[in-house]
């Protein structure tokens, strides 16, 4: 039996707002610095969610962040989304 050619998949719909392709996680909040990402991640993991940090600055590269370059994304599961959102509320 000869080589199959390689399956090239075509793209499906795009994924929802605020959610990275393929991940099944979604962003429910979006902190100043990576401090701030921390204390909310700590917050969700002691309710029983996971959450995943996310940020543009390198900080080995760049120790330090002016405005908006240390911004940090809150991502969770999309199954526990609604309830992050609703402890982050309080």
């Known amino acids: 039996m000869g080589r199959r050619a390689k399956v090239i ?6 994924p929802p707002a ?3 392709p393929g991940s099944g996680l979604v962003e429910v909040l979006r902190c100043r610095d990576q401090g701030e990402a921390l204390v909310v991640r700590s917050l969700l993991d002691s309710e029983g ?4 940090l996310r940020g543009q600055l390198v900080q080995s ?6 405005g908006d370059q240390g911004e940090v994304t809150v991502l969770v599961p999309a199954a526990d989304a609604e309830a992050a ?4 509320s309080r």
Do not use: D, N, T, W
Request: zero cysteines.
């Open 9 to 14: 998949r075509l793209p499906g719909p795009p």
């Open 18 to 20: 605020g959610e990275p």
């Open 49 to 52: 969610i996971a959450a995943v």
């Open 61 to 66: 590269v760049h120790p330090f962040s002016v």
């Open 85 to 88: 959102r609703r402890i982050l």
